[in-house]
């Protein structure tokens, strides 16, 4: 039933067994995780009704904080960019978009609840929406039913650690710590900082990605504006075309 009348946008799979962020990223034992139920396995984006269906698969599905969703390991962000401009950062994650690109919505999803984000023509700073995601968990696939405009767009996700103990739900690595810690060797503050998530879906590799801390989308963005400026130059240039044949015809 989730699939009926959807129309496929883009499809993106990620490679299995990489949710260690850089690869130095030691996951907690408190509670007891499998890496794969963190790992990002595939993005896909679906037309529904002229709305934008978001899928994200999972490699597998754990509960550990008996969240209402049935799914409570991870905290899933996604930033949708529609066209050009946008803000840069990605909700303090530890990454920016590459130079001159930016996002126009961001969710952000965990098994207690969503928000969703967006960002206004010609500013950089978001705004916060109060509108509902209607979010369900089929099989080891988060489908999240979205208000936004389907469209040629270009996307990041990320998947993060849960943690009910922080303001935000997202556990932050730290260079040292005990079983309910996030462990790498490079520090969550400062300068350097090791970005927050451990998996990603990104267009580049993922190790270079966490070093440089600039995070390459997935998908094509086509700028609407600019698809109606060029409809009107080539209409614009038609005009010309028939007036000049109009004008010979007229003066053989």
């Known amino acids: 039933m989730l699939a009926l009348l959807a129309v496929l946008l883009l499809t993106v799979p990620d490679p299995a067994g990489d949710a260690r962020g850089d690869g130095s990223y030691v996951l907690p034992t408190l509670p007891p995780l499998t890496p794969a139920a963190l790992d990002l396995r595939e993005l896909k984006a679906e037309s529904q009704g002229g709305k934008l269906r978001l899928s994200v698969g999972l490699g597998a599905v754990q509960n550990p904080w008996n969240a209402p969703l049935g799914y409570s390991a991870g905290v899933i962000d996604i930033f949708v960019k529609s066209r050009l401009g946008g803000a840069s950062d990605l ?7 590459p130079p001159g690109s930016g996002w126009q ?3 952000r999803v965990s098994g207690f609840g969503s928000i969703l984000e967006f960002v206004p023509d010609g500013s950089s700073k978001p705004q916060r929406r109060d509108v509902p995601l209607n979010v369900q968990l089929s099989g080891s696939t988060l489908v999240i039913d979205t208000p936004i405009p389907a469209g040629q767009d270009s996307y990041w996700v990320t998947m993060s650690l849960y943690s009910p103990f922080t303001p935000d739900g997202l556990l932050r690595p730290s260079s040292s710590g005990g079983a309910a810690s996030l462990v790498t060797p490079r520090s969550a503050t400062g300068r350097g900082s090791a970005p ?13 990605a966490y070093t440089l801390g600039v995070l390459t989308p997935v998908g094509q963005t086509r700028d609407r504006r600019t698809v109606f400026l060029v409809g009107l130059g080539l209409l614009g ?8 044949a109009l004008s010979w015809r007229r003066h053989p």
């Open 91 to 97: 909700a303090g994650l530890g990454f920016v978009t």
């Open 105 to 107: 919505y961001h969710l």
């Open 196 to 208: 927050i998530p451990v998996d990603v879906i990104s267009g580049d590799e993922q190790r270079r």
């Open 237 to 244: 240039l038609l005009v010309a075309v028939l007036a000049t």
